[in-house]
């Protein structure tokens, strides 16, 4: 029998990153369930791996929120102007079954609606999505039993859609499956979910994000086209892709990439844009002629201006500011020490297009809380975006109440309402400070100070660089077979041991 010291060592997969060890606050978090994993416990032997049970902690949350939607769901969306804002329990879902043709079986995009709105204003996919709930939904009964019914139904295929969100976000960094757990105990996550049909598009991001992760360029693509399909914000994270493969030379994969989501964009949008054109158009026309609305700097500058900008100057300001932030993001993509991972960038062209957006619904916070997790899973920093969140769609409902309760005034005054919109501005830009700060001070960044360089980067993660801009400061990546010996540093330290980030 060969001797220990003439048997090859058998290589190991590389550990998975304990938050717990890297994070004060998770490590606090911990003593709830009995404090930080120690360092000889067994780990992989159980049927609770930390996929499942972010998957698992997920849905739990997501039926927490719908709990938290139960006065509405009981008469505050039927009854009453201004119950269902001061309970925070307002969803479109319900007063669109009726008010966009499904109770009456018209078809989404090809029938015309009675009413200002003449065909449903939702890209396709969500119009299939939404078509999809109608049939599931029973057609008798009263109308607002039937309402009931439709919120509930879809509530069932969102729930769906955020497990998928849940388990692509903790398995796109493979050594990091913990920080899901961010995701899945967000409360803006879990109180938005159901006001609007936008998890569907994030579901789709979230495993294109996952595909990109695993090398697989085409795949990506057509699930980006087709969460393009369901919402328009995916696309944007073409840009940032782009620049990247630039710095790297991966040209072929950005192709392929572009090709893949142009073709799956196209397979759903063509037969409705060939039969039913005018319906389909009414997303993109409705989007344009939009004017001002709820969440945005576009609403303060309104109501505090004697003269509020056009909706013209809105949209080609906020045009020109989302190039100018695509110009930056690209700047600092070539200008870095070291290459910008994927999800750094991705949140940071995600953010800048709903900061400079002229309407801001609480949703679309759940465009960025995936990518916030890839991009900074931090605990301290992702809660203090989550609460700045919490407050705003905490202030939007009541600054409606106070709309819609006459004389009484019940709720939040315009003055306060613009405090909230501040708070989640600032949110989201705090956020996005710190990101630009780990790509500048890659030391500082929590995912390559344990040893990575760009999991969720695919092709990306450890590959040299073919472009950047002369006179700086430059470190070439290792290799993909060394990219195991890459060293940031080590897992931060918690407080007690002596230094906190």
Known sequence: ????????ARVREPET??????????????????GPLGRRALTGTSWWTPVRVVALVAIGMFALGLVQKAPCYDGAWFFGASSQYTHACYSD???????RGFA?????????????????????????????ASWLTPGSGSIQRQEQWYWFVNAGMLMVCAAVIAVCVSRTHRRRPWDGLLLALAPAFALTATINWDLLAVALTAAAMLMWSRGRAVAFGVLLGLATAAKL????????????????????????????????????????????????????????????????????????????????????????????????????TFTAPRRPRFAQLAFLMVAAFILTNKVYSPQYVLWLVPLAVLARPK??????????EVAYFLGIWLY????????????????????????????????????????????????????????????????????VLRGLRHTEHAPPEEKSRTDWGGPEPLPHEGRSL
């Not at 879902?93 to 008010?99: A, D, E, N, R, T």
């Not at 605990?379 to 700045?388: E, H, N, P, S, V």
């Open 1 to 8: 029998m060969p001797s220990a010291e003439t048997t090859p």
């Open 17 to 34: 990153v304990r938050p717990t060890r890297e994070d004060e606050i998770a490590a606090a978090g911990s003593e709830l369930i009995g």
């Open 93 to 99: 879902i319900p007063h669109l079954y009726q008010g």
């Open 104 to 132: 009456d079986g018209l078809v989404p995009y090809f029938d015309k609606l009675p009413g200002d709105m003449d065909y449903l204003e939702y890209p396709v996919l969500t119009g299939v999505f939404m078509e999809v």
């Open 233 to 332: 914000y995916p696309l944007v994270l073409l840009g940032p892709l782009l620049v990247l493969c630039w710095r790297a030379g991966k040209w072929r994969e950005f192709f392929l990439a572009v090709g893949g989501a142009a073709g799956a964009w196209l397979v759903v949008n063509v037969p409705v844009m060939l039969f039913a054109f005018q319906g389909w158009s009414k997303f993109y026309t409705f989007s344009h002629d939009r004017g001002v609305d709820f969440g945005s700097f576009w609403l303060i500058w309104s109501q505090n201006s004697g003269n509020p900008p056009s909706i013209d100057f809105v949209n080609t300001t906020a045009s020109a500011l989302v190039v100018l932030s695509f110009l930056g993001i690209a700047a600092l």
């Open 379 to 388: 605990w301290r920093d992702f809660l203090i975006w989550q609460a700045c």
């Open 400 to 467: 409606l109440a106070y709309t819609t309760s006459g004389d009484a005034h019940k709720g939040l005054p315009t003055e306060g309402y613009h405090w909230a919109i501040a708070l989640h501005l600032l949110g989201t830009l705090y956020l996005c400070a710190v990101i630009v700060r780990d790509i500048l001070r890659p030391e500082r960044d929590v995912v390559r100070r344990s040893g990575d360089d760009d999991p969720s980067g695919g092709v990306l993660d450890g590959a040299a660089d073919q472009f």
